[in-house]
């Protein structure tokens, strides 16, 4: 228990505050056995680096919607739930992953969850480069089964709007779990009929919005994450490139 305590409270900066804190406060005194008031506020009370804080909310808000896109279209694939505990073994490690997935099971079993708010207080403690990686990682547990259904896509855009992330921005995230011939114009945010000098010039706006180093405040494990972002778009202007001999 004292492990499972301090990985909850080592900077949970925002997350003991406002709609998260109520969900994770229900979350661990219904669904964790022994988990009592005094663990909480042991936890409440944990200090750690700034950064561990970022993360660790980072952390929290990923199992939140990642709950809400797997239970989207009326059931529970488990091979979503293993996407989504294999990811957080790779960026944490396993015993954080452990901690973690007890929390992400009381989550998928609470229905009273309202995402609205919970992107709200996301919204105003985190980076646009934080939120569209959340979007990214959402992506990917819908297409985790094979394919993206329409529930997932809609619920993804709902929070999408909720943490203020453009229709655009949206698409392009979309487009890189999609295999089609507009795929790669999607990813650039750009038309097919865009000139060449115009390719470039988005090709170097999107490699600045999606560089890994955006999500450094999260730490290393992060920006590994955000790495197949930026390899997306790289592979977007290359395919490119190709078809236009440029």
């Not at 969900?23 to 661990?28: D, E, F, I, K, P």
């Not at 669904?31 to 804080?53: C, H, L, M, P, Q």
């Not at 992953?97 to 929390?103: D, E, Q, V, Y």
């Not at 998928?108 to 990686?133: D, F, G, P, W, Y």
Request: net charge positive.
């Amino acid at each position: 228990m004292g492990n499972f305590v301090k990985w909850l409270g080592a900077g949970l900066g925002f997350t003991f505050g406002g709609p998260i804190g109520s969900v994770l406060g229900y979350v661990v005194g219904s669904f964790i056995d022994g988990f009592t008031s005094a663990d909480v506020e042991r936890a409440r009370t944990y200090k750690t680096s700034s950064r561990n804080a970022q993360s660790g909310d980072f952390e929290i808000s990923l199992l939140l919607l990642s709950a809400t896109v797997i239970k989207s279209d009326g059931k529970i694939d488990q091979r979503e739930l293993n996407y989504v505990r294999s990811h957080f073994k790779s960026m944490y490690g396993e015993e954080r992953a452990s901690h973690a997935f007890k929390l992400f099971k009381g989550f998928i079993k609470n229905n009273n969850i309202s995402t609205r708010q919970v992107c709200l207080q996301i919204r105003q403690n985190m980076t646009h480069a934080s939120r569209l990686q959340l979007i990214h990682f959402l992506f990917g547990i819908a297409k985790s089964d094979g394919i993206v259904t329409e529930p997932e896509v809609n619920t993804i855009k709902t929070i999408a709007s909720y943490l203020y992330i453009s229709q655009q921005d949206f698409e392009s995230i979309k487009a890189m779990f999609y295999d089609s011939s507009e795929s790669s114009y999607t990813i650039l945010e750009i038309e097919k009929s865009a000139t060449n000098d115009e390719v470039k010039k988005a090709y170097r706006k999107m490699v600045k919005k999606y560089h890994p180093d955006k999500l450094q405040h999260l730490g290393d494990e992060h920006v590994k994450g955000a790495e197949e972002k930026f390899k997306q778009v790289q592979k977007a202007y290359e395919q490119i490139q190709k078809e236009r001999g440029i």
